[in-house]
């Protein structure tokens, strides 16, 4: 090739030339390396769309400036365009597209195809013939499964080998939980009649099931067998016990429900299983989002790209509103052969199983962010970003809360290696300043954190963050000049474009600004502490400002001390309930007589006081 300058990438003569067609375009840079793959309902009108006048984030233009080529794939259909773009965004893992990374293999319920079927855990390649149910979200999914398909079928377990060398039965056979079939115990039709009502379980048609074997009950009482209609009867009834306890909605349910958890570009999908109506638990997945910051456009890579390959339920309850919903609706039930739903505004116990979806999936993310590993990786990354000689033992963080200069409170927050340290968080309650200076607030609550530790010996943090910009770390800086405090880097964090998580400017001391991106694993360190700062500065605030609303009033009438002020607040709720009550319904809290109850009624609206009397 030539050494000359290659052109720069005509996106809009390259749009204008296409069909309106649905397909698949890719985008690729100038050394070929594939940057994005996309599916479209109309070529043109899709590509187009990138290179107009219209806003685009930062991560859609930092991509579109890397376009050096594209290419397009005519596809017959737009459910066809999605399936080829899952395959594209498997095989080729583009740097711009969102990846559902997942190494591990999943369990299943493993029934052999041979002359005496047994039925087993499996995972790892189909190898075995026979039919294979799941996936399962766990081994433990898996395991109950299987215990309770000895306990109703009695089908076996063991390995080839030892069935074929056995002389008598097992122990398995003992306590009821297999047939026999090594030594002859069981007709093999029988035992293939319990391999196919097992089958009828595993696929979800218990209903069917129940049906078929009330009928041979009532067939084998007739015949007087009454033995085998107990056993009959005892099957059908553990079958109805466990559809009574499991069963969502009062139906066999075929059902998954998926909610997202988002912290920077740091994501968290938790799946939570149905099958038949029993609770098969959860798993918990962390898609590279390469920058993505919309929690919707994660979960919907994340359903095309993981029921690409794993059979979708009837029903799939989602935690919102997803791109493309219809499209990708219409291609799982073109893939199953049947309807698939997606639904996202649900009620009862499923929007009941979707609130659990959501709290267990923000408590994964927020476990994975806080592991050891991750945050080793986050810490290296901010020395590197800050220039620092070591890794930070200590990073403290700064933030002011207050309500239009209401109940000021300043935080400050304490990380080290292996993340928060709870026991020494502080809150400073600043005065003395005009209400609403945040910029005096904070230089007050530094001089008074770092005063302490002159003073005292106290440790020092190797990084200062400062919630805000240049204003506040101005503040922080003369605070610490002050108090000849050196060897402390001092960061402000200002706020991104539309206050956006991951577009932070990063403000130094000398007047530079980094701006390292959401995909920054610096940048994510210091999300998670200014964000830890601010909720401990929030609550601490709320607090006080609570606080001073509820008894300011009431210890300003006379004749009220702490005692009858918790009484009076305790009786009505608060004090909007206090505020509310009529003078009578004062008087009746005990410790309150008529003129005291005038006098409380009279403070809290504003009207003159009687005079006061005896208590």
Not at 339 to 356: C, I, P, T
Request: contains cysteine; charged residues 25%; proline residues 4%.
């Amino acid at each position: 090739m030539s050494g000359s300058p290659q052109a720069e990438f005509d996106g809009k003569a390259f749009a204008a030339a296409l069909s309106t067609a649905p397909g698949v375009y890719r985008m690729y840079a100038a050394d070929d390396t594939l940057l994005y793959v996309g599916k479209a309902g109309a070529l043109r009108k899709r590509v187009t769309s990138y290179f107009n006048n219209s806003p685009k984030s930062p991560r859609i233009q930092s991509m579109l400036s890397q376009v050096a080529r594209m290419d397009v794939t005519v596809t017959r259909t737009e459910a066809e365009a999605l399936l080829l773009e899952n395959q594209l965004i498997k095989s080729l893992t583009p740097r711009y597209n969102v990846l559902l990374r997942d190494d591990k293999s999943y369990p299943y319920v493993l029934l052999t195809r041979e002359e005496w079927p047994r039925i087993a855990f499996h995972r790892g390649a189909r190898a075995v013939p026979g039919r294979y149910f799941g996936p399962y979200p766990s081994v433990t999914a898996v395991r109950e499964t299987l215990n309770l398909m000895q306990k109703l079928f009695r089908i076996r377990n063991c390995e080839d080998s030892v069935f074929r060398n056995r002389s008598r039965p097992c122990l398995q056979y003992q306590i009821g939980r297999c047939s026999g079939p090594c030594v002859g115990l069981v007709a093999e039709a029988d035992y293939a009649e319990s391999v196919r009502q097992a089958t009828l379980f595993l696929d979800g048609r218990s209903d069917e099931l129940t049906r078929e074997l009330g009928a041979a009950m009532e067939q084998a009482s007739a015949r007087l067998e009454f033995e085998q209609a107990a056993r009959l009867r005892d099957l059908v009834a553990s079958i109805r016990t466990l559809q009574a306890r499991q069963y969502v909605d009062g139906h066999a349910a075929d059902l998954d429900v998926l909610a997202c958890a988002m912290q920077g570009s740091q994501a968290c999908v938790l799946l939570l299983a149905f099958r038949d109506g029993r609770n098969l638990g959860t798993r918990t997945f962390f898609p590279k989002t390469n920058g993505e910051d919309s929690a919707a456009e994660v979960l919907g890579a994340f359903v095309s790209q993981y029921y690409a390959e794993q059979p979708a339920p009837q029903e799939i309850v989602l935690d919102r509103e997803i791109p493309d919903a219809e499209l990708i609706e219409h291609a799982l039930a073109a893939s199953a052969g049947r309807k698939v739903q997606l639904k996202w505004n649900v009620r009862s116990e499923r929007a009941g199983y979707l609130d659990l979806a959501r709290r267990n999936a923000e408590i994964a993310l927020a476990t994975e962010l806080t592991s050891r590993n991750a945050q080793t990786a986050r810490s290296e990354a901010l020395k590197d970003l800050l220039g620092l000689s070591e890794v930070a033992k200590r990073i403290e963080c700064f933030d002011i809360s207050h309500t239009m200069g209401e109940a000021t409170v300043a935080s400050c927050v304490v990380f080290d290696a292996n993340g928060a340290v709870r026991s020494q968080y502080r809150r400073y309650n600043i005065t003395g300043i005009t209400p609403g200076d945040d910029f005096a607030a904070m230089h007050q609550a530094i001089e008074r954190r770092f005063r302490r530790a002159v003073e005292e010996g106290g440790v020092l943090p190797d990084v200062l963050l400062i919630d805000g910009g240049a204003g506040q770390l101005a503040q922080a800086q003369a605070a610490l000049a002050d108090l000849g405090v050196a060897g402390v880097t001092l960061v402000g964090v200002a706020k991104g474009v539309e206050r956006r998580a991951g577009h932070e400017a990063l403000v130094l001391p000398d007047g530079r600004e980094l701006r390292p991106g959401a995909a920054s694993p610096a940048l994510q360190l210091i999300q998670q502490v200014r964000d830890e700062a601010h909720r401990f500065a929030i609550t601490g605030h709320r607090g006080k400002r609570q606080k001073a609303r509820m008894t300011s009033k009431l210890e300003d009438i006379p004749g009220i001390g702490p005692r009858r002020r918790a009484s009076l607040l305790k009786h009505f709720g608060g004090l909007a309930g206090l505020k509310a009550a009529g003078a009578d319904e004062i008087a009746r809290v005990e410790g309150v007589n008529a003129a005291l109850a005038e006098r409380i009624y009279a403070n809290l609206h504003g009207l003159p006081s009687p005079e006061a009397g005896a208590e």
